[in-house]
Structure formats: structure tokens, C-alpha cells
């Protein structure tokens, strides 16, 4: 037994290496490669976003064909609140949208991304935004309070996280309406 402790030792430390080398690496290559995936939160209270930093030829292409759904659906940008970082590693976004239904039937959800720009105009982020919580009447509007979690290794995350809401821009296109009474409506 007291020749296999060695043994068994240089063995663990081995393993205990190659661990933390391997977690090393993924992470590094997660920040090098602007990778993020964010965390589910409260769905209550927060929407599930997927966060992408997409080539901004590909979503100026995408904002200039504007969705005809965007004449069903308003979405404006009324407040945007970092959650404050000293509490939690995590840099939080909160936000909340005004989301107006010119429609004459309920909205029961609708999915659509919204863009995120500085005030130059360059995209910062686009959101993928899935909407199915309350009822949106009909030819009236809703607020709605969500946010999203943002990667604090990121330039592009923590220039959105600082930037003044003055300062920003934003704009969206909706892809699929669910009515009430079980149409839809999709590009």
C-alpha cells in the first residue's frame, strides 16, 4: 500500500493539471472568439433572449427588409437600467418596452429580433425576442420589463452595458404573430 500512494498522487495531480489546463483553454478560446451564451433568468419577469454578435452587413440587410408585420406591431425602447455589477459578477441589462398592437384581434405572442446601435448608428447587438406572456389587446398597448445577461470579457457587451440611454438606438423586426383567436400571421 505505501508503494501505490506515491503512485496514486502523482496520478491525481496529473488529472488536477490536465483539468485546469483544459478549462483554460475554453475559456480563452470563448473570449477570443466573442462567444456568449447567456444564462436563462426569471421568465417571469425576464424574456429568454439568445444573444448573437452578428456581421452588421448581415443585419443591416435584415433591418432594410423590414418585416410587413412591423406595421402589426410597434416596439419602442422606453428605458434601459444596468443592474448594478458590485452585487453580482454578471452585467444584467434590463430594459423596458412599450409593445403596441395595431391590429383589430389580441395578440397571444409574437417572435421577432430587435437591434441594438450607438448613437453613430454601428450595431452593437441583436436580440432574438419571443413574446408569450399576457394578452396584447387589440388597438392598444403593453409594457413589458425584461433583460438580458451580458458577457463582461466583451467589448461590444460592456460598451452596451455603459452606453447612455440617449445614446442609443434600437429597432427591431417582428417574424410571426400568434393571434387570440389561433391565426398567425409569418413572413
Do not use: C
Amino acid at each position: 500500500m505505501k508503494k501505490l500512494f506515491p503512485i496514486l498522487v502523482v496520478v491525481m495531480l496529473f488529472v488536477a493539471v490536465g483539468t485546469v489546463f483544459f478549462a483554460y483553454s475554453a475559456y480563452k478560446d470563448n473570449v477570443d472568439k466573442d462567444k456568449f451564451v447567456p444564462a436563462s433568468t426569471n421568465k417571469d419577469t425576464e424574456m429568454e433572449a439568445e444573444l448573437t454578435k452578428l456581421d452588421n452587413e448581415e443585419v443591416e440587410t435584415k433591418v432594410k427588409e423590414k418585416s410587413k408585420l412591423n406595421d402589426s406591431i410597434t416596439i419602442q425602447l422606453v428605458e434601459k437600467t444596468p443592474r448594478d455589477s458590485s452585487y453580482d459578477a454578471d452585467y444584467i441589462l434590463n430594459f423596458k418596452l412599450k409593445i403596441t398592437n395595431h391590429t383589430d384581434k389580441d395578440i397571444k405572442g409574437f417572435i421577432g429580433e430587435t437591434y441594438f446601435y450607438d448613437m453613430f448608428g454601428e450595431l452593437l447587438y441583436t436580440v432574438d425576442l419571443k413574446y408569450e406572456w399576457d394578452l396584447i389587446p387589440a388597438n392598444n398597448s403593453i409594457d413589458f420589463n425584461s433583460g438580458f445577461k451580458l458577457n463582461n470579457f466583451n467589448d461590444n457587451d460592456v460598451r452596451l452595458f455603459n452606453l447612455p440611454f440617449e445614446n442609443m438606438k434600437f429597432d427591431y423586426k417582428i417574424s410571426s404573430i400568434i393571434f387570440n383567436d389561433g391565426t398567425t400571421i409569418s413572413e
